[in-house]
C-alpha cells in the first residue's frame, strides 16, 4: 500500500478524537481494495480507482466524515455514515468492504462512482374525459377553454376526482362543481394553494 505523506500530515494534524478513526479508516479502504491511490482532493484525503475518485474521508472540528463516491449521504453530515465521533460510530469492515466493491465496479462498468440517475418516469396516460362532462363542457365555453388549457396534471386531478364517485348523485354533483371552478380558472385543489 503506496501511502501518501501527504495524508500522514492530514491526520497528524487532526484533533486526537480524529486520527483513531482517520487511521482506521484509511487502513480499512486499503485492505478492501489494495493498490489504491492516494491524494488529497478538496483538501481532504481520497483514494483514487483507476483514477477515479472512490472514497474520501476528512476530519473536522467534533466529528469525521468517510465517503463513499456515488453512494449518497445521510443527514446533514458530508458522507453516507453521518458525523463521526468515534471508532464505534463507524460500520463494519465488511460493510465498508461490500460498498467500496459497489463503488469499484460502478466505475468498471460506467467509469464514475456515481450512480447512474433513475430514468425519467413515463408521464401517465390521458385519462378519458366521461361523456357527462364533455356535454357540460359543450356549453360552457370559459370552462371548456380552461379544462383545455391546463397542463395534463391538472386535468387528471379533476377527471380523478370526477371518476372515484361511487354514486351517480356524487358524481354529477362533482361535476357541476367541477364546472364551475373551472369557468372560474380554478385548478381542482386551489382551496390549498395558498396554504
Not at 492530514?10 to 479508516?25: D, E, G, N, S, T
Amino acid at each position: 500500500m503506496a501511502q501518501d505523506p501527504k495524508i500522514d500530515a492530514y491526520i497528524a494534524k487532526a484533533a486526537p478524537f480524529a486520527q483513531p478513526i482517520l487511521i482506521h479508516l484509511r487502513a480499512a479502504i486499503h485492505a478492501a481494495l489494495p493498490g489504491l491511490i492516494e491524494t488529497i482532493k478538496w483538501g481532504m484525503p481520497h483514494f483514487q480507482y483507476k483514477g477515479k475518485n472512490l472514497a474520501g474521508i476528512s476530519a473536522f472540528k467534533a466529528h469525521c466524515a468517510f465517503i463513499i463516491h456515488g453512494d449518497g449521504r445521510r443527514g446533514e453530515a458530508m458522507g453516507q455514515y453521518g458525523k463521526i465521533a468515534g471508532l464505534a460510530d463507524l460500520p463494519g469492515d465488511n460493510v465498508i468492504k461490500a460498498k467500496l466493491a459497489d463503488a469499484a465496479a460502478r466505475i468498471d462498468t460506467a467509469g464514475t462512482a456515481i450512480k447512474p440517475k433513475a430514468a425519467p418516469r413515463a408521464p401517465k396516460p390521458e385519462l378519458p374525459v366521461p361523456p357527462e362532462l364533455v356535454s357540460v363542457l359543450a356549453v360552457n365555453p370559459a370552462a371548456k377553454a380552461t379544462f383545455e388549457a391546463f397542463a395534463p396534471s391538472h386535468r387528471r386531478e379533476y377527471l380523478e376526482w370526477i371518476i372515484e364517485a361511487k354514486r351517480p348523485e356524487t358524481r354529477d354533483k362533482r361535476i357541476v362543481q367541477a364546472v364551475e371552478w373551472l369557468a372560474e380558472g380554478k385548478k381542482r385543489n386551489w382551496k390549498y394553494e395558498n396554504c
